[in-house]
Each structure stands twice: as structure tokens, then as C-alpha cells.
């Protein structure tokens, strides 16, 4: 008995959008190329190169010398869970910030290993304050973490790293960081902020296909993980395991086999990291931030306006208020459809009320901004 | 305070090697194509179309009808911790067959997530027994799970998959495969055979690059894991969250943000599973066996044997026994230095006695092994 498919498939050739959502962002024809150089080995020597200036490259983008700093193979959602399940042991609480989807996937996360989440809310579109953190600070004194997102992808807000790091410093608590929308696009400091636990995405501002996370471990985070009582809940998320294949971060080495690393995606990951170290990391800031004011002036000159106030709005994520009577899902499928234009939808709370504009890595250029301007000028019209 | 990096990166451009190990395989030149194809938004309509086909031809692969079949978007070792976290809950008993590292990673999987593992081993380079495997079933009739390598990638073993599913199912037994190294290589039947949750790897005779885990959970098996009475252990790895976003196998359907998919890795996917379709199981089958056959003679007419039994051994992997005197990894440096050809070393118990040489997918061609057999004669000679 075998089962058969009738049907011929062909190869899919996918279209060529502009893609100016909340991720993927544009990838650069230059890492696409590099995707598809030929495959070697995983224990490859020249592949074991690749590794070590990634993980060189990756400290660079976190401005870290964190020895544990390397790509999980598997995405930004995956390298939050890296971070819990490391660190969080049953019993322990962990003071969460939640104030959109990301903080609420954390909570998740934290109680799925048995870790006690005490969550601190703000509304969505605005930032977590100290004063609410101090509080649960207050409140909990057995609290051992301050988790929290940086940069909040579903509102376009940035939360106050330094400050909440400083913060959870004062009350003996490590932190625990989702940079997935921040690394490569606004100002992260790992080590001058003190951030103990940090995670992201490659398909970010880093501009490479999506798929793998890069993640980076304080000294601290590190004794911590070695000295739990408990093991790591995930085999494949171990990083006592994963360190002995990435090794020591000091270059050289045997490496223990533990997965097939995502060789392919990592030559990737390696040009993405490579390009933004050859145009400097405070350069790239600098170009995600002229680029959104251009972004925000031309949305102006069409009568649209941004949802999240200034001293707390992301360059890279722009949560733009969809007009009253404007039709939200009929013009985000005529600019993908006319104009192979990618926007993202509002999700949650502001699903229906915003539209969310990435300006991301390479997609945060002067053409990508005209286009869109002028197709969604059109579609408004 | 900024941390800076004096030294300049060059983009990697891997050397062009034959890869003859235990994976990743050689990528044919249309799938790393594919590969580089521009990113589409994950959840663009033309991305879930290729979904939608990448399910089909899944199903095909596995040869089932089963609605939960999908890559994880990590390598085979998630695909592992999947089957795993999603079925067992804590206290549930699994018999664990294992005769090389595989098994042995699949007990560790079992007591991560709180189950009990009953081990039942076999030497390494032999298949386990039936005989063995019913002795811990009426042992422990509490089982409720029965896990086991179909091909166990550190021997060159294969397990009689059809045989052991049948003798679980006698003893109310739900069944978790490893076909890592068999998915496309050797007859492989889960309807047909019974089996309950299965994971693959991209990298071996699906020929694609590494990353990604095919799998796929009868209904039995899908039923058993939304009658959890505890959470599944992983976020990231929830498959009651996962089919939200891949869709329910019909096709069409609206689609649940879960993670953001490695949407270049899936053309990669997509374009293999293609290939193999194309080509037909059955005939894809036949090559590797008869493939196998032209190696072994090849190594015979330069005085080396295999290490496993006819009747229980892998055409796709060949663990070649090292003569007396010949200095392993001198060997295996000069086939990579001199003829950019990498073969496998031995594993843990094999170590230093074996070689693995690998024929998977599109590395399992006449060109390969002429290739490898005559570098092989001179580096010997």
C-alpha cells in the first residue's frame, strides 16, 4: 500500500515584495547570496572560522565581551525560551513587563518552567514605568529577575533598558532582555547597562532571514545556570550543552557535537553582522533614526499620524493610526497586492487601529520611504 | 563607552566540498537556488500556499495522511524534544530503545519533561531485539510509549520500524521514531506501520540544508496531546500553538501568529521535497540501496568491510571498519585537505574503529562514490 500524490508541484518563485512589516525585514541581496553559497560540514574547520567570528561579530552588535554570546538555532521565540529556561528555576519569581504581545509570551514562557511570573502592566502603545517596577520590586523581595521587552514589536514602544537594568541592579535581580526589533536599530549597551540574560532575532534590524537568535549570557547569568539544582528543562535549549559545540568564545577549540548547526543560515547571519560592522553600529542607528524622521514627515504630508508619543517610539517600528473610515485590511492587501508592498496589520489590542511600519536594517533606506509614502498616497486617495 | 572591533571581516566563501559524512549532505545546486530566492512576509498568501504544498509533500515523504505533519522550524534534536514534550507528561513511562547516541538522547528528552524512561539497549553497530523490547513491555505494563531510531545515524543500524510498532500496539503502546537518517532513504511507512509521532531531519536524505525537523502525530497522537492535564513543558515547541499557524492540512484557513517561520529554509525544504517527489519515493528508495551496493563493492576491492549485518544494515550510512595501523584522523584530514571530500567519524563506542560514510540523498550518485572510493585507494596506498 503506498500513497501517492497525483498532483506535479513546481518549484515556487516567490514574488518580489517590498517588505516593510514588523519582520522579516528586506534582506540584502548580498546575504541572500551568501545564503546559498555551498553547504559544508557543521564540524567543518573553515565552518568552525565562521562560528567563531559570528560569535566575534554578534558581541560587537550587543557591545558585550559576554564569552556566552552566540546564535540559537531557531527563532527570536526560541531564544526567549533559551533565556527562561536557563535561568529561571521552579519556585523562583520573575518580575515581567508586559505591555504588549511580547511581555504577555514571556509571562508564558516563565510559567512554563515552573518559574513564578509577577506581571507589571502598562497599556499597550505606552512604556512600563519605573515606578510600577519599583513597586513589584517592593512587593517581592524573593523576586530574582526583571524580564522585560525592549523594543515592543506589536506597539512600536521602546522600554527604558538602562533604567529598568539599574533598577533591578538595586534590588539584587538579574535581567532577562528581548531585543528581538531592538539589536542594530536603536542604542543597546549589554555590558555599560548591565543586562544579564538578552535575546533577538535575525530577521530584524540585522536584515537576515529569519530563523536563528542570536543570545548573550552575563558571567553571572553563566554561574547561575551552572549552579542550578534543577537541569534546563530543553535538551536543544541547554546552554551548558550548546557552549561545549560553540565553544569558549575565545577562538580555537574542540567542539562537542550537539546539533546539525543551520549551517546555511549562519553563512547568512555571518554577511548580515559583517555588513553592520562595515557601516559601523552608531552609523546604523543614526540611519534608523534619520529614517524614520523621513518616514514620520511623509506620513504627515498625507494626513497620517504615529499612535506612540516621541520619547518612547521606535525608529525601526512605526505604529501609524489608521483613519477613521479607511478600510485597514483592504488597503494592506492592495499594497501587497498593486504594489508588492508589505505593511503589518495592528495585532492585539490594536488590531484594526494601526498600521505597523517597520523600517528595518536594509529596509531603512530613502527608496523603501518613497515608495511607501507615495503607494499608500495612492491607495488613501 | 563603546566596544569596538579593529579587525575587518570578509565575506565567508565556503570551499566547494563533497559531503560524504553522516550530514549534512550534498544540497543539490536547485534547492540552494531555491534557498536564495527573496524573502516573502511569513505570512504572506503565496507563503502559505507554500505551507499548504510543503505539508502535501511531507505527507508523501512520510508516506501518511496525517493532518499534524510539518517541519518544526528547528534542526531534527527540536524535532526530537517535540515528539517527545508534546506526548509525555510527567510520570507516563516510556521504553526507550537504544543502540547508539540517538536512543540515548531520546532517554534524556524523556526525563527532562518528567517521564520515566526504561532503557533497553543493545550493543552499538546491532539492532535492538525484539525479544528485549517485549521483556520491558510486560515488565512495565504502565508504558504508554515506545521510542526508538529507525536509523541510528552513529551505528549504520536500522531498527525493524514495521516490527516494533506492532509488538507496542499489543501492549496499548503509542510509538516515537527517530527517522532522522531514514526519511527518504529507506522504506518508511507510518500509516501503514502505525506510527504514533515521527521527526526528521532537512540534512540527510532530503538532501536540504540543516535547520529544519519534518514531523508528523497521528490522530491518536494528537488526541492524547490535546487531553494533556499539564501545559506541554515548551513554548516554542507547543504543537497546540504550532498547528494555529501551519493550518490544519486541508488547506486554506486562517492563520495563528505563533513564531515567525524560517521562510528561506522553507523554499529550501519545499524545492527537496519537490525533487524527491519528482524522482518518486519508491525509485529515490531503490537508488540509495542500489548505491549502496556499488559502495560496498568499491570498499571491498580496497580491502575494507562494513561494521553492521547485511540484513540490518543502512544503505545511507556505512560505517566502514578502519584497518589495523591506519591512523583515523590522518585519513579523514587528507581527504578534506587533498580532495575536499569530508567523511564521518566514528561516535562514542565507534570512535577510532569505524568510518562513516554517508549517502544520502543527492550525494548518493555514481560521481560521489567513484569519487570517494578512488581518493580513498590513494590515501590509503
Known amino acids: 500500500m503506498s500513497i501517492n500524490i497525483e498532483q506535479q508541484y513546481a518549484s ?15 534582506v540584502s541581496p548580498t546575504v541572500l547570496n551568501a545564503l546559498a553559497r555551498p553547504t559544508v560540514g557543521h564540524l567543518d574547520p573553515t565552518f568552525i ?26 527563532p527570536g521565540s ?3 525560551e533559551a533565556c527562561v529556561v536557563n535561568l529561571v528555576e521552579p519556585g523562583e519569581t520573575v518580575i515581567v513587563c ?41 512587593a517581592h523581595p524573593e523576586a530574582k529577575f526583571v524580564g522585560f521587552v525592549h523594543a515592543e514589536t506589536s506597539t512600536g514602544v521602546r522600554n527604558d533598558a538602562q533604567a529598568i537594568c539599574a533598577l533591578a541592579r538595586q534590588f539584587d535581580c538579574m535581567t532577562i532582555v528581548d ?29 537576515c532571514v529569519p530563523g536563528l ?12 545556570i551552572q549552579a542550578r539544582k534543577s537541569p534546563v528543562q530543553s535538551w536543544f535549549l541547554d546552554m551548558n550543552l550548546i557552549v561545549g559545540y560553540w565553544g569558549d568564545g575565545q577562538g580555537g577549540g574542540k567542539r562537542a557535537y550537539h546539533h546539525t548547526a543551520p549551517v546555511n543560515s549562519l553563512y547568512a547571519l555571518h554577511e548580515s553582522l559583517r555588513l553592520l560592522h562595515a557601516e559601523g553600529l552608531d552609523n546604523a542607528i543614526a540611519r534608523h533614526a534619520r529614517m524614520h524622521e523621513k518616514l514620520k514627515a511623509g506620513l504627515a504630508g498625507i494626513g497620517l499620524e504615529l499612535l506612540v508619543a516621541k520619547d518612547i517610539r521606535l525608529p525601526q517600528l512605526n505604529t501609524v493610526i489608521i483613519p477613521d473610515g479607511v478600510d485597514d485590511a483592504q488597503v494592506r492587501a492592495r499594497l ?29 533606506s530613502d527608496k523603501n520611504i518613497d515608495f511607501c509614502v507615495a503607494s499608500l498616497k495612492k491607495v488613501l486617495s
Open 336 to 364: 501587497l497586492n498593486e504594489f508588492d508592498l508589505e505593511i503589518g496589520a495592528g495585532l492585539g489590542a490594536l488590531a484594526g487601529k494601526v498600521w505597523r511600519i517597520g523600517l528595518m536594517g536594509f529596509a531603512a
Open 49 to 74: 572560522q565562521l562560528m567563531d567570528e559570528t560569535k566575534q561579530l554578534l558581541q560587537y552588535a550587543f557591545q558585550t565581551k559576554n564569552k556566552l554570546t552566540m546564535p540559537i538555532s531557531a
Open 12 to 26: 515556487f518563485i516567490p514574488p518580489v515584495r517590498t517588505l516593510m512589516g514588523p519582520g522579516p525585514s528586506d
Open 78 to 80: 526560541a531564544g526567549m
Open 179 to 207: 531585543a528581538v526589533t531592538s539589536l542594530g536599530g536603536i542604542e543597546l549597551k549589554v555590558d555599560e547597562w548591565g543586562i544579564d540574560a538578552i535575546y533577538s532575532g535575525s530577521q530584524k534590524c540585522l536584515s
Open 213 to 224: 537568535s542570536p543570545v548573550s549570557f552575563s558571567d553571572a547569568a553563566v554561574a547561575k
Open 98 to 138: 508586559q505591555n504588549g504581545v511580547f511581555g504577555g509570551r514571556m509571562v508564558e514562557n516563565v510559567a512554563r518552567c515552573g518559574g513564578i511570573a509577577v506581571v507589571v502592566t502598562a497599556p499597550w502603545g505606552e512604556a512600563n514605568s519605573l515606578a510600577s517596577i519599583e513597586a513589584a520590586l517592593e
